[in-house]
C-alpha cells in the first residue's frame, strides 16, 4: 500500500507500522517472529529475529511511511551495512535463529539480501552514492554476467527469472531490473542494457506486457493470469523506463 501512495492515514498501515517499533534489537534492527526448525540450525521456536533477507523490507517500509530517520532507521542500517563483503550481503541472521544459514556456500553472497539492501540504500541519500551500494549492485550484474555459472544460495538468473511477473516483490528480471533502474551510474552498463532490452521486446504493439508467471494466491488480480495484459505489470515496466 505504502508503493502505490498510501500512508499513515490509513488505519492499517499506522497498525502496522507501530507493530514493526515495538520489536527492535540492541543494534537498532527491527525484528519479526521467525521459526527455524532445529534440523536447520534454529530452535524451532517462535522468536522475535531477522534475516539479512528481511530486515532491509522493514527498513524500506519505514522509510516510505516516513518514519523519522535518526531515530529509528539509522542505527539498524549501520549495522547492516558493517555486513557488506567485496561480493555483496551475505547470507546473515540474528544471534535469536542460531546457526540457520540458508542453502549455499558461507563464502557466497545471498543475491536477495544484496538486491533489497541495494533498493533500501537507494531511497537513502548518504548511501545511494556510496562504494557500498556501488558494491551491491556490481554484486547483482555479476551474477547476470555468469547467470550459467554462479547462482548461489539456489538463486538462478534462468529461464523462469527472465519471465515477467507482477508484483515486483520477489528475485525475477522486473524485481531487479527494478533496483538497478533506481542507480543512473550503471544505466549503460551492457549488462543492464541487456536487461531491459529483454523486458523491451515482451512488449506488444500498443506499449502493454503480459504476465509470464504469477503467483497464484494473486490471481484475481489483473497481473495473476498469462494470457491477457496486465496494465498493472505494464505500469511496472514502464516506470523502469521512465527512469533511464
Known sequence: MLDLGFDTKIPQIRIAVQEILKHRDDNGIFQSMTNVPKHFGGTGEDVFSWCLCDAPLLFLALLKADVDYEEYIQPGIRHLISLLRENGFPCAVSPELGKFRGPGKKDDCCPYATLIMADLLSYIPEYKNSAIAST???????????????????????????????????????????VLSKYEAIHRDPRFVEMIALIKEKQDSE??????????????????????????????CRRIFARL
Open 207 to 236: 506499449g502493454f506486457f503480459t504476465p509470464e508467471s504469477i503467483y497464484m494466491k494473486l490471481n484475481r488480480w489483473d497481473f495473476g493470469q498469462k494470457k491477457q495484459v496486465s496494465p498493472y505489470l505494464t505500469y511496472l
Open 136 to 178: 551491491a549492485i556490481r554484486s547483482i550484474l555479476d551474477l547476470w554476467q555468469n547467470s550459467l555459472s554462479q547462482h548461489p544460495y539456489m538463486f538462478y538468473m534462468g529461464t523462469d527469472f527472465r519471465k515477467l511477473k507482477a508484483p515486483s516483490s520477489w528475485y525475477d528480471i522486473v524485481s531487479v531490473a527494478d
